[in-house]
T-cell receptor, first 115, second 112 residues
Framework: GAVVSQHPSWVICKSGTSVKIECRSL??????MFWYRQFPKQSLMLMAT?????????EQGVEKDKFLINHASLTLSTLTVTSAHPEDSSFYIC???????????FGPGTRLTVT | TQLLEQSPQFLSIQEGENLTVYCNSS?????LQWYRQEPGEGPVLLVT?????EVKKLKRLTFQFGDARKDSSLHITAAQPGDTGLYLC????????????FGQGTILTVHP
C-alpha cells in the first residue's frame, strides 16, 4: 500500500491565525487525496476530496473558504485552516486511495490545537 | 446516502475472551475494509473483502463479508491487550469516486 506522511504531526496556534497542513504520498502518485477530521473517540468525517490540478470537492457543511485545499502535484496536498478558532481544534488526517478495491492509506494525522 | 451501522460502540473485555464487531447497511458495497487505529495515529488497513460470503483470516482476526455485500463482521479470538484500539469498518461503492462510508467505530479495550 501507499506510504503517506503528514506535517506537522501537531501544531498549536492562536485564534485568528492560519495553519497549513501538508500531506505527502511518498511512494505513489495520487491524483486524488482525501482530508478527514476526527474528534476524540469518534469515527472519521470526510471533509473534502483533493484533486490534482483542479478544485477540491467539499462535503456538505464544510466551509471551502475556511478549509483551503491545494493539490499542486501528484505527491502533495495541503490543507490550510484559515482564521482558526478553538472549535477548529481537532485531529486532521489525509488519505491516499489504493489501486483496485477502494481501500485508502492514511497519514499519521495532525493534531491541531487553537488557543 | 449510504450508512454503515457499526456495533457495539464500546467493548471492554478481559484478555483471552472472544469478541465480534458488526457493520450493517441497507446498501450494497463493492468492497468493505476494516481499519484499526491507535490514539494519535492514522487508521491502518487490516483487510479488504470484495466477494459476497468471503471470509478472510489474519492471525486471530476473522473477517466476513455478507452474502449480499451489505454487512460484515470482525471476530477476534483470544483477545490480547495489544488488540486495544479503535476499529473502523468502511464501505466503498463503484460510483463513489473512491470515497468511503465509515461506520461509527468500535473502541475496544482488552484488560490484562
Amino acid at each position: 500500500g501507499a506510504v503517506v506522511s503528514q506535517h506537522p504531526s501537531w501544531v498549536i496556534c492562536k485564534s485568528g491565525t492560519s495553519v497549513k497542513i501538508e500531506c505527502r504520498s511518498l511512494d505513489f502518485q495520487a491524483t486524488t487525496m482525501f482530508w478527514y477530521r476526527q474528534f476524540p473517540k469518534q469515527s472519521l468525517m470526510l471533509m473534502a476530496t483533493s484533486n490534482e490540478g483542479s478544485k477540491a470537492t467539499y462535503e456538505q457543511g464544510v466551509e471551502k473558504d475556511k478549509f483551503l485545499i491545494n493539490h499542486a502535484s501528484l505527491t502533495l496536498s495541503t490543507l490550510t485552516v484559515t482564521s482558526a478558532h478553538p472549535e477548529d481544534s481537532s485531529f486532521y488526517i489525509c488519505s491516499v486511495p489504493g489501486v483496485g478495491n477502494y481501500e485508502q492509506y492514511f497519514g499519521p494525522g495532525t493534531r491541531l490545537t487553537v488557543t | 446516502t449510504q450508512l454503515l451501522e457499526q456495533s457495539p460502540q464500546f467493548l471492554s473485555i478481559q484478555e483471552g475472551e472472544n469478541l465480534t464487531v458488526y457493520c450493517n447497511s441497507s446498501s450494497v458495497f463493492s468492497s468493505l475494509q476494516w481499519y484499526r487505529q491507535e490514539p494519535g495515529e492514522g487508521p491502518v488497513l487490516l483487510v479488504t473483502v470484495v466477494t459476497g460470503g468471503e471470509v478472510k483470516k489474519l492471525k486471530r482476526l476473522t473477517f466476513q463479508f455478507g452474502d449480499a455485500r451489505k454487512d460484515s463482521s470482525l471476530h477476534i479470538t483470544a483477545a490480547q491487550p495489544g488488540d486495544t484500539g479503535l476499529y473502523l469498518c468502511a464501505g466503498a461503492i463503484q460510483t463513489s469516486y473512491g470515497k468511503l462510508t465509515f461506520g461509527q467505530g468500535t473502541i475496544l479495550t482488552v484488560h490484562p
